[in-house]
């Protein structure tokens, strides 16, 4: 069965300096993945998604993740962070239904603190 | 892009009354919808998956009878929380995939969510 783990529940950095958010995944085949956003209560915005072409994918807002099938990761990275990426990520992968949809399986999610 | 929305975005109400919320998808046709919980501080759970034109699945562990679940058309879905009580309060968000979308690279769009408080 699929399943991601989000290897760091806090991560706080610096405005301006780099942000490395990981994120772990398991499944029996090559999975899409997903990251998605949560601003303080408000719903969840998709940042990017992979779908078995590029690896490295880019996202919104500066975000980019690659796909490393060797060691099972889907590390989200972005250079320089911003006040405004202060918020919770959800590293998420999909689960095929036999209904012809997915059941999306959430991570435990990472909280970003950004500091001045 | 596609746009999903709740209404209302946060309700307070009295232990023992009912609460519907709704989830529309605004410009775009959604088959299926889903409703996740949220507690502070931690990751969705999937409650229920909404299907039009039949019921809904629930996940193990969801009383269907305690949250109603209606999908009349391929716009909207909406949960009942009836009987609500303090432990029901937590936010609520709604999800749906177009139904244009093919299940390998389909994506799911969020509503803003549901604070819901019973007193």
């Known amino acids: 069965a699929q399943s991601v783990t989000q290897l760091d529940s806090h991560v706080s950095v610096s405005e301006g300096t780099p942000v490395l958010l990981r994120c772990n995944y398991s499944?029996?085949?090559?999975?899409?993945l997903f990251w998605y956003v949560q601003h303080p209560n408000k719903g969840l915005q998709l940042l990017l998604k992979?779908?078995?072409?590029?690896?490295l994918v880019k996202g919104i807002n500066g975000f980019e993740a690659e796909f490393k099938k060797s060691e099972t990761s889907f590390h989200l990275t972005k250079p320089s962070a911003h006040m405004s990426d202060a918020a919770e990520y959800f590293c998420v992968v999909p689960r095929p239904l036999s209904g012809g949809y997915n059941k999306l399986i959430f991570g435990a999610g990472t909280r970003l603190a950004v500091h001045p | 892009g596609a746009v999903v929305s709740q209404h209302p975005s946060w309700v307070i109400c009295k232990s023992g009354t009912s609460v519907k919320i709704e989830c529309r998808s605004l410009?775009?046709?959604?088959?299926?919808m889903f409703w996740y919980r949220q507690f502070p501080k931690q990751s969705l759970m999937l409650m229920a998956t909404s299907n039009e034109g039949s019921k809904a699945t629930y996940e193990q562990g969801v009383e269907k009878d305690k949250f109603l679940i209606n999908h009349a058309s391929l716009t909207l879905s909406t949960l009942t929380v009836t009987s609500a009580h303090p432990e029901d309060s937590s936010f609520y968000i709604c999800s749906a995939r177009e139904d244009r979308d093919r299940v390998y690279t389909e994506t799911q769009y969020f509503g803003p969510g549901t604070r819901l408080l019973v007193l």
């Open positions: 410009d775009f046709q959604a088959t299926t």
């Open positions: 992979y779908t078995s072409a590029a690896t």
């Open positions: 499944s029996s085949y090559s999975p899409s």
